[in-house]
């Protein structure tokens, strides 16, 4: 059952992700996380930095990794934010990428309106709602995603919408950046956001995102996670040059026109409700900057993506990157 004392914490696995850190950290934590962990590899863009001194200003904890050969950076990462949790007594683990956000649409919109749906849960699975491009081509660092990418799929698609899961650390021996694996308790107990049971058969699975029944695991009234995948076209190709978060090389993902791309970038009707926090995580981001550190630091990576881009999206690597539809005979 869930307590007053039970501790939740937002987890991230991030490389190169410096332009986006503030606002998905103030954000988070206008909601209501109590601690954020974020675990970084083999950053070039500065953010390890920006990580570094937002936790010397106590805003995070920042855990730096090596990856082996061959293995997956995020299942790494979790391994590790396992460890920590365990160390300090963290209940409730969330882990979601930095173009992810929680968007809880019942009651204030904050935490504890979805953990009382948690009950006695192990999992509370979260399904995605895509957001696309919104047409915007071309990203100028200092912009804001939640703002600047409001036009989304209309709903969650049962039996295609993947799921992000709010888990009880101690309930599980592993977990991926999806799901927790390995339970520790006998019969897990799943639900969705509102509280409805989901069967557990996926915490069973090396891979797997979805869970059953589709429709109960797609429909929720209390809280989606909006998924910002591709934001604008300049960014959606630049994550060529980042690397994919399972450690996949030679991909096509980030290619305009890719399969994932045409998934991903849903633009079909305007959708503006998690921005009733935005006042809030403006103001908070704008706290966070005042620290000296942290301001020089993210000033630093958005220096470093202007650079890097010019290097990056040549016309060559634009042709590559970009899917031509074939005409139609």
């Excluded at 009707?269 to 935005?278: F, K, M, P, Q, S």
Aim: with cysteine; proline share 6%; aromatic share 8%.
């Amino acid at each position: 059952m869930t307590a007053a004392s039970d501790q939740t914490a937002l987890v991230s696995c991030m490389r190169n992700e410096g332009l986006f850190i503030l606002e998905w950290l103030a954000y988070h934590q206008v909601i209501g996380f109590d601690q954020v962990v974020v675990v970084s590899n083999d950053c070039t863009d500065g953010s390890d930095r920006l990580l570094d001194a937002l936790a010397a200003a106590g805003h995070l904890t920042h855990i730096r990794q090596s990856v082996p050969p061959g293995t997956p950076p995020q299942d790494s990462g979790m391994a590790l934010v396992l460890d920590w949790a365990r160390a300090q007594n963290v209940t409730w683990l969330l882990h979601i990428d930095s173009d992810e956000f929680l968007n809880i649409t019942a009651g204030d919109g904050r935490l504890p309106t979805l953990m009382a749906n948690a009950s006695e849960a192990d999992v509370v699975a979260i399904p995605w709602q895509l957001f696309g491009d919104a047409g915007v081509t071309e990203w100028t660092p200092g912009m804001a995603v939640l703002p600047s990418f409001t036009r989304a799929e209309p709903r969650p698609e049962p039996r295609v919408t993947k799921s992000k899961c709010l888990f009880r650390a101690a309930s599980f021996a592993a977990a991926t950046d999806h799901n927790p694996r390995h339970p520790l308790v006998d019969s897990p107990v799943v639900v969705n956001p509102d509280g409805t049971p989901l069967h557990a058969a996926s915490l069973y699975q090396d891979r797997s995102s979805r869970f059953r029944p589709h429709d109960l695991a797609a429909f929720n009234a209390t809280a989606r996670i909006n998924h910002y995948a591709v934001k604008s076209r300049d960014l959606f190709m630049m994550k060529n040059d980042r690397g994919d978060g399972q450690g996949k090389t030679d991909q096509t993902k980030y290619h305009l026109g890719s399969n994932w791309h045409r998934s991903a970038n849903k633009n079909d009707v305007e959708d503006r409700t998690i921005l009733r926090h935005w006042p809030a995580t403006e103001a908070r981001m704008a706290a966070l900057r005042q620290d000296p550190a942290t301001a020089a630091a993210e000033k630093a990576c958005f220096d470093w993506f202007t650079t890097r881009k010019s290097a990056i999206l040549t016309p060559e690597a634009l042709a590559l990157w970009t899917r031509r539809e074939r005409p139609q005979t």
